[in-house]
């Protein structure tokens, strides 16, 4: 019997919207890839053989049993025809019980092989899930690799839920995007919390200009969302959807720039925000920032200069809101370059670490062009403070 390993990530998406009553929520016909994530994984990857009761045709069939937030998954790795060299299909049984017979396929594209790793491309390909007596439209796309023995899966599934909200006195489309791969649409993000990177939740989007975008009001079931200068909290239910305001009084961020987005960690909220020059309402906390893009112009439509920062989450300064008070939360500039350097045989290495002032990493600035700023120069000078040398710096 042979085993290896097999990892599959769990991605859910949107595409377009259907209406029905307000609050009621559909799923998404065909949801597109996305790139937020919760990663499951296979941790043990039997032979599964040509077995025709099970569904599966190719002798060397492979079948694994999926591990995470959507455990009860089973997946193998098959072909359409018994006599095929390579594999071409993967089945996935939604229900976990390893039975593929009458499961859902997706196609495996293979490639030539290179450095005697041979790869095959998956999708995007809509299939069905059967679930608890639902049909749900999954979007799976993905690559599948083998090298000798050893061989795996990287699966991305993709898929929502849809529909209107009220807001007040006014009603806004709404996705709810399964973040975690379990196909429930309900599951509240709690603290304590991480960056919305690796945030295995379900999430909230709020089209309030019409259109789903960039500037789409977004969080997760259960937190707090900024719709029309008020805090909400959006739930989910037996397919329905609800948004409550929140009844405790908040405070305002200010960021001194034209056009900008960040989310906000504190001890009990987690808040995405998507700001300009006007303060915004959050819950009181205390926050660290994570993950935000500062613009130099306020039109989307128009190109800018961007700052994009990894946060202060990790060793970086925190901020405390308080009710009725406004903070001026400084993200990119000004920035603060350190010089750092070591030697390693007889070799000097000069690296330029930039942050924001709350102490949190810059990860890229784009000019208006489109492009990178050009990399700059170091002088290293001796105690008369002449230049001895010229350290000429380049992205890495």
């Known amino acids: 019997m042979k085993k290896t390993a097999i990892c599959i990530m769990a991605i859910a998406l949107c595409g377009s919207y259907a209406l029905g009553a307000v609050g009621d929520l559909t799923f998404m016909k065909k949801p597109p890839p996305s790139r937020t994530n919760a990663r499951m994984y296979v941790s043990r990857f039997v032979h599964g053989g040509a077995d025709k009761a099970r569904g599966l045709v190719n002798e060397h069939s492979v079948v694994g049993d999926l591990r995470g937030a959507a455990s009860g998954v089973a997946v193998a790795i098959d072909s359409a025809k018994p006599d095929a060299k390579q594999p071409d299909v993967i089945r996935v049984d939604f229900t976990g019980k390893g039975n593929f017979k009458n499961a859902a396929t997706a196609t495996i594209k293979m490639r030539p092989a290179q450095r ?105 079931i259960g937190q707090p969302i900024f719709v029309d200068g008020k805090l909400y909290t959006v739930s989910v239910a037996n397919m329905k959807a609800k948004a409550s305001p929140m009844k405790s009084a908040g405070g305002k961020v200010k960021v001194d720039a034209a056009r900008w987005s960040c989310t906000l960690i504190g001890k009990k909220y987690f808040v995405t925000l998507n700001g300009g020059k006007d303060p915004i309402v959050v819950p009181p906390d205390e926050y660290v920032t994570a993950n935000y893009t500062v613009y130099t112009g ?19 300064k925190s901020f405390t809101v308080a009710a009725g008070r406004t903070v001026d939360v400084q993200l990119g500039a000004p920035i603060e370059a350190t010089v750092m350097s070591s030697v390693r045989s007889g070799k000097v290495r000069i690296n330029l670490m930039m942050k924001d002032p709350l102490g949190g990493r810059i990860s890229s600035i784009v000019t208006s062009e489109g492009r990178r700023p050009p990399p700059p120069s170091i002088d290293v000078i001796d105690k008369a403070e002449k230049i001895v040398y010229t350290a000429k710096l380049a992205y890495g």
């Open 116 to 220: 005697n790793v041979t790869m095959g491309v998956i999708g995007p390909e809509l299939m069905t899930a059967k679930i608890g007596g639902r049909s749900v439209p999954v979007t799976v796309s993905g690559t599948y690799w083998k090298q000798a023995e050893r061989r795996g899966l990287s699966l991305m599934m993709s898929a929502g839920v849809e529909g209107e909200c009220k807001f007040g006195s006014k009603t806004y489309p709404i996705r709810v995007i399964d973040g975690n791969g379990n196909l429930k649409f309900a599951d509240a993000l709690k603290p304590p919390f991480r960056p919305s990177s690796m945030m295995p939740f379900d999430k909230v989007v709020v089209a309030t200009d019409g259109k789903f975008s960039t500037a789409s009001a977004t969080s997760y």
């Open 298 to 316: 306020a039109d989307p439509r128009k190109r800018s200069a961007i700052i994009r920062g990894y946060g202060s989450y990790r060793g970086g």
